[in-house]
T-cell receptor
Framework: AQSVTQPDIHITVSEGASLELRCNYS??????LFWYVQSPGQGLQLLLK??????LVQGIKGFEAEFKRSQSSFNLRKPSVHWSDAAEYFC????????????FGQGTTLQVKP | DAGVTQSPTHLIKTRGQQVTLRCSPK?????VSWYQQALGQGPQFIFQ???????QRGNFPDRFSGHQFPNYSSELNVNALLLGDSALYLC????????????FGPGTRLLVL
């Protein structure tokens, strides 16, 4: 079955601290992986994506993610968190076997302490 | 360049009623996908439209239907509304060339009483 698991429902970090949000996926074909961010009451904004090539991808707002096929993971990282990063983060998977259909995780809510 | 737009932003309906939500894709995009996001959950894929036809469908009942117009805009219709249909409905647009990146609109918040 195709699925995405985000093990951490809620994470709190101090401003300036580093961040890692976990994402594990189950997908039979070559996965295309995405991270989206959602501010309260808003739609989803694309942070970064992995289709192929370099397994470390850079995104907007200083975020990066690393694809590890052996671990079926695509964790999101940021070296220094800003208060404005407080939001909900969603990992999603798609692929050639399900053209256009994204499967999302449940999301991780990030709270940033001053 | 306008991004994906959706209307209305909020909607309140009662059980049994019907609702129509609208979406205009990002300029240059020809494919529209619809998702339902219940409170505290990730978005769930409803269906995707390309060339005015439904190309893929998620695990949603026939009460959920859609349409795509020649200008690529799209409508989502839900009949016989249930309390459980209360959610944020998100529209995403993309190019139909495989697994292209989907760009999301701000959503329509539907409340069914």
């Amino acid at each position: 079955a195709q699925s995405v698991t985000q093990p951490d429902i809620h994470i709190t970090v101090s401003e300036g601290a580093s961040l890692e949000l976990r994402c594990n996926y189950s997908y039979g074909a070559t996965p295309y992986l995405f991270w989206y961010v959602q501010s309260p009451g808003q739609g989803l904004q694309l942070l970064l994506k992995y289709f192929s090539g370099d397994t470390l991808v850079q995104g907007i707002k200083g975020f990066e993610a690393e694809f590890k096929r052996s671990q079926s993971s695509f964790n999101l990282r940021k070296p220094s968190v800003h208060w404005s990063d407080a939001a909900e983060y969603f990992c999603a998977v798609g692929g050639s076997s399900n053209t256009g259909k994204l499967i999302f995780g449940q999301g991780t809510t990030l709270q940033v302490k001053p | 360049d306008a991004g994906v737009t959706q209307s209305p932003t909020h909607l309140i309906k009662t059980r049994g009623q019907q609702v129509t939500l609208r979406c205009s894709p990002k300029s240059g995009h020809d494919t529209v996908s619809w998702y339902q996001q219940a409170l505290g959950q990730g978005p769930q894929f409803i269906f995707q439209y390309y060339e005015e036809e439904e190309r893929q469908r998620g695990n949603f009942p026939d009460r959920f239907s859609g349409h795509q117009f020649p200008n690529y805009s799209s409508e989502l219709n839900v009949n016989a509304l249930l309390l459980g249909d209360s959610a944020l409905y998100l529209c995403a647009s993309s190019l139909f060339t495989g697994m292209e990146t989907q760009y999301f609109g701000p959503g329509t918040r539907l409340l069914v009483l």
